[in-house]
């Protein structure tokens, strides 16, 4: 019998969104202390700031959408903030993506697929709307103008240590 494939639920989307926040994150601050002299560096720095601000998008995304859950104008109004960062982080990702291309060696954007092919048409119109909703439900003073914290979930991968390779001076 074939078993129809089970849905990720929106608490496990969260973890893992957050997770790969803490990852990307990881990977810029690694890169921070690496002399990149060669023209490849700055492009592997753009991809991972990109691919960071990816995940900041998606994580305020699927909390934005528990936190809506929640049944007080204080959840509604924390859900709305998360939901604008998440369009604040997706149009940067944006931005990261372009600079990306356009750095040497220059690359073709290629086409969206998976979550993110998803999270681009969600994010926009999902973020407008809960905003015109709870706008007309509470005044604007009212929802959080900073973005909630993201929840904090302990890494489930640990990375192998990795030693670079020595520079061949030849």
């Not at 700031?49 to 936190?67: D, P, R, T």
């Not at 979930?153 to 640990?158: R, Y």
Request: glycine share 4%; with cysteine.
């Amino acid at each position: 019998t074939n078993k129809p494939k089970s849905k990720a639920t929106l608490a496990v989307k969260r973890r893992l969104a957050c997770e790969m926040v803490k990852y990307w994150q990881q990977a810029q601050d690694n890169l921070m202390n690496l002399p990149l002299a060669n023209g490849w560096g700055e492009k592997h720095r753009l991809f991972v700031k990109w691919k960071y601000v990816e995940a900041k998008a998606a994580a305020y995304y699927y909390h934005g959408l528990i936190l809506d859950e929640g049944n007080t104008e204080k959840s509604h109004g924390m859900a709305v903030a998360a939901l604008q960062a998440a369009d604040e982080c997706f149009k940067e990702s944006k931005k990261a993506s372009e600079a990306f291309n356009a750095s040497s060696p220059t690359s073709r954007t290629p086409p969206l697929f998976g979550t993110m092919k998803y999270l681009t048409e969600k994010i926009p119109k999902d973020t407008s709307s809960k905003v015109r909703i709870n706008r007309d439900l509470y005044s604007y003073e009212k929802i959080m103008e900073t973005a909630p914290t993201l929840p904090d979930f302990a890494l489930a991968l640990k990375p192998d240590e990795y030693q670079l390779p020595l520079v061949d001076s030849t």
